[in-house]
């Protein structure tokens, strides 16, 4: 099947409920044409974006997504996600220039960053991309140099305890220093519309959003004695993305609803929008990657007998799709593709790379020959956005796919 999606033609497999996703993907590694048969690649779920979109709008219907491009910008996704009518973070020019090259309006782009490079102030005032956040007095001033009709958001620090990366360190600032950020703002005569907050990726503490949803209350409420009416509330990232983690965003999204009941009800702060900046939420389990196996050693011959049996070399590392490794707490757990032995052995997986520290895992699997395929699900979250061609070895493409009972559903979105 191939569907014309904004005059782009993307081609897009359709599979029936029957079909396994390891049939498709013993039928892709043997199809024909691909210039290098053996390369890694993805298969990108495109009717789960649209499942996981509409499960959104249901669980926390006031809150609209603007998806996190920094995630994963692969393009199939992005178009369908603003053809689906997200809303997108972007945290540079390039994308910005993605997300409104594809048609979006700049009113439904939010720049993000609170430190920004002057150039790519200027691009969003060319653009027309007005809302933007801050966290610090520098900003305020680049601001009203450069683009004094923006539409500024205070960033405020919220980590859940239990966060990847803790963003608190380096953005976001504290109740007492939002005061003051305010006052100069207004000094200045800025146009600050509201506060945002992000409490950090992989988030598994829902009281988390309910913490920072408190400190933005009472910056709503400097805001307004000091003469702001706030009418945006962003809520960040954070939420949960893998395949088994439904219940959670479930819980995450029920302590969010009641909160903004609670401290922002349309009486205590009328015509008050809630948007939220979710990324892995919706590019995770979008992405299962297949590798190939291009290499195997045997280690019986290890001096004390420890460690694995097996050692296989794999095209895909942590120099590419599986950074996430280091970069984003992730274990990839390794599935064969075909059919398999019962008997298990210990065995490590090896990344492309000639560097000594590309490991991707342990794990107890199967006995393969080299040529075989693994894939790994939940794979498509900080790993392509961030992957490097280091020792020449090219990112993995995508292909698209969708599951019969969503291609209805898939072209009513692309066909609007
Ligand atoms: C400001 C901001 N918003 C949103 C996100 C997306 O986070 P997640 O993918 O966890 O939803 C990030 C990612 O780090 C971020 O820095």
Redesign the pocket.
């Known amino acids: 099947m191939e569907l014309t999606i904004h005059q782009t033609s993307i081609p897009v497999d359709s599979l029936s409920q029957q079909e396994s996703l390891r049939e498709h993907i013993t039928k892709r590694t043997a199809s024909a044409g691909r210039e290098d048969v053996e390369d890694p690649f993805y298969v990108v779920d495109l009717g789960r974006l649209i499942e996981l979109y509409q499960d959104w709008v249901t669980a926390m219907p006031s809150v609209t997504p603007f998806y996190?491009v920094?995630?994963n910008e692969d393009p199939a996704l992005l178009k369908t996600l603003a053809a689906l009518g997200t809303g997108f973070?972007c945290?540079s020019k390039h994308e910005m220039s993605v997300v409104l090259d594809l048609g979006v309006p700049p009113e439904r782009v939010v720049y993000?960053?609170p430190c920004k490079q002057t150039s790519h102030i200027q691009y969003a005032a060319q653009r027309g991309v007005k809302m933007m956040s801050f966290d610090n007095t520098a900003e305020l001033h680049k601001t009203h140099k450069h683009f004094p009709t923006a539409e500024l958001m205070l960033r405020i620090k919220a980590d859940a305890p239990d966060c990847v990366?803790k963003?608190g360190f380096k953005f976001g600032c504290t109740t007492a220093e939002g005061k003051q950020l305010l006052d100069t703002a207004k000094a200045l005569g800025l146009n600050v519309i509201g506060v945002s907050f992000?409490v950090?990726?992989?988030?598994q503490t829902p009281s988390a959003y309910e913490v920072a949803l408190k400190v933005a209350a009472e910056l709503f409420d400097y805001g307004a004695k000091i003469g702001y009416q706030f009418s945006l509330l962003d809520i960040?990232?954070?939420?949960p993305?893998q395949a088994g983690s439904r219940d959670m965003f479930h819980s995450v999204a029920s302590a969010i609803n009641q909160t903004l009941a609670s401290l922002f009800s349309p009486e205590a702060h009328p015509g008050v929008r809630f948007i939220a900046?979710?990324?892995?939420?919706f590019a995770c389990s979008t992405h299962t990657i297949v590798v190939n196996i291009i290499s195997k050693r045997s280690c019986d011959i290890v001096e004390g007998g420890e460690g694995p049996k097996f050692m296989y070399y794999i095209n895909g590392g942590i120099y590419g799709s599986f950074n996430c490794v280091l970069n984003d707490r992730a274990a990839p757990v390794p599935i064969p593709v075909k059919e398999v032995d019962a008997i298990v052995h210990q065995s490590r997986l090896w990344g492309v790379t000639c560097a000594g520290r590309d490991k991707i895992c342990d794990a107890l699997l199967p006995e393969f020959e080299v040529g075989d395929w693994l894939c790994f699900e939940d794979m498509g979250?900080?790993t392509i956005s961030s992957a490097t061609c280091f020792n020449g070895f090219p990112k993995a493409a995508p292909y698209y796919y969708v599951r019969e009972n969503t291609i209805d559903q898939f072209k009513q979105v692309h066909e609007q």
């Open positions: 996190a920094k995630c973070d945290a993000a960053n990366g963003p992000h950090g990726s992989r988030c960040g990232g954070g939420f993305g900046e979710p990324g892995r939420y979250a900080y």
